[in-house]
C-alpha cells in the first residue's frame, strides 16, 4: 500500500513570492550532486541552486568562466534525482546567453528539458534584456542577479563590494525594477551595502536573496562548501561557517589510512 506524503509541500516561485509577502526569510544554498542535494532538501532547504560555482568548488577553476553549458546540465540533473520539496534554480554559465537571445532560449531549453530544473539565473541587467524576455516567453521562471557579478570579474578586475558609489548604485536599482518588469520571480544581490539591498527589497515586491548584501533582504545564499568549512580559503566577511567539515573529513581520512595500514581495518566482525 503506498503511502501519501503530505508533508512535503513543493517550493514553487508563487510561495516564494507568499513568503515574502508575510515576512518569511527565504532560505537558499547551492548544490551540485545527488548526495548533497537529498541532505539539504530533507533539512528544509526553501531553494537550491545549481550554480556555476561548480567551476570552482567542483572542478577547481580560479573563475566560474570555464564551466560548459553540458556540465552545468549534469550536475543539475544530479541534484533534480535528490529533490523532494526544494525549488531548484540552475546558472546559465557563461557565453551561453550574454549577447544573443536565441542562443539563451536555446540554452535554457536544454537544461530544463534535460536536467528537470524548476528554473534558471542569469547575471546582469539591461545589457540581457532581450534573453531574459525570450526565456520568459517560453514560460521558464527566471531569477536575476546584481551586483557582483562572477561572470564579469575580468571587467570588474576584483571581487570588491559593488555599488558602493551613487552612479552605480543608482543603475542597480534601475536594473532591478527592470528586471522585476520583465518578470523574474527574484533576484540575488551579491557583495553590495546593506542599505543599499534594503532599499531594492523594499522598492521591489518580488523576493530579494543576498550574498554579501546584510540581514535586510528577503532570503540568504551561500555556497554550500563554504557554510560547512569544506572550503578553509575563502573566508568573506560575509561567510558565517556553520561547521568544519574540512578537518572533521581530514581526520576521519587519517584514521582510516592508519587503520589499512595497521591491519586493524577490516577485522573479522567486518570480513564475510
Not at 528544509?44 to 568548488?57: H, I, K, P, R, Y
Not at 550574454?98 to 537544461?111: D, V
Request: aromatic residues 6%; charged residues 25%.
Amino acid at each position: 500500500m503506498s503511502v501519501h506524503k503530505s508533508d512535503v509541500k513543493k517550493i514553487t516561485t508563487h510561495q516564494l513570492q507568499n513568503m515574502k509577502e508575510r515576512g518569511e526569510k527565504i532560505s537558499m544554498l547551492t548544490a551540485y550532486d545527488y548526495s548533497m542535494a537529498t541532505i539539504l532538501d530533507a533539512a528544509g532547504v526553501d531553494v537550491l541552486l545549481v550554480g556555476d560555482s561548480a567551476s570552482n568548488v567542483m572542478a577547481g577553476h580560479e573563475t566560474t568562466l570555464p564551466i560548459t553549458l553540458d556540465q552545468m546540465i549534469y550536475h543539475a540533473s544530479s541534484v533534480i534525482r535528490g529533490v523532494n520539496r526544494a525549488f531548484v534554480v540552475v546558472d546559465l554559465p557563461f557565453g551561453s546567453y550574454q549577447g544573443n537571445s536565441s542562443e539563451a532560449l536555446r540554452s535554457t531549453i536544454r537544461i530544463m528539458k534535460e536536467s528537470g530544473g524548476h528554473g534558471v539565473k542569469l547575471e546582469g541587467g539591461a545589457e540581457i534584456k532581450e534573453s531574459i524576455i525570450r526565456i520568459l516567453s517560453a514560460g521558464v521562471p527566471v531569477m536575476g542577479h546584481l551586483g557582483l557579478t562572477p561572470q564579469s570579474i575580468y571587467k570588474f578586475g576584483t571581487y570588491t563590494v559593488r555599488a558602493k558609489e551613487d552612479a552605480e548604485a543608482q543603475k542597480l536599482i534601475e536594473d532591478a525594477l527592470l528586471l522585476q518588469e520583465l518578470g523574474c520571480f527574484a533576484i540575488v544581490l551579491e557583495k553590495i551595502p546593506s542599505e543599499l539591498a534594503k532599499r531594492v527589497a523594499e522598492k521591489l515586491q518580488i523576493p530579494i536573496i543576498g550574498i554579501g548584501a546584510g540581514p535586510h533582504v528577503d532570503g540568504q545564499v551561500l555556497v554550500v562548501h563554504d557554510m560547512l568549512g569544506i572550503n578553509k580559503e575563502f573566508k568573506p566577511r560575509f561567510l558565517r561557517r556553520y561547521a568544519d567539515l574540512h578537518s572533521i573529513m581530514t581526520d576521519a581520512v587519517k584514521n582510516y589510512v592508519q587503520d589499512v595500514k595497521s591491519k586493524d581495518f577490516p577485522n573479522e566482525k567486518e570480513a564475510y
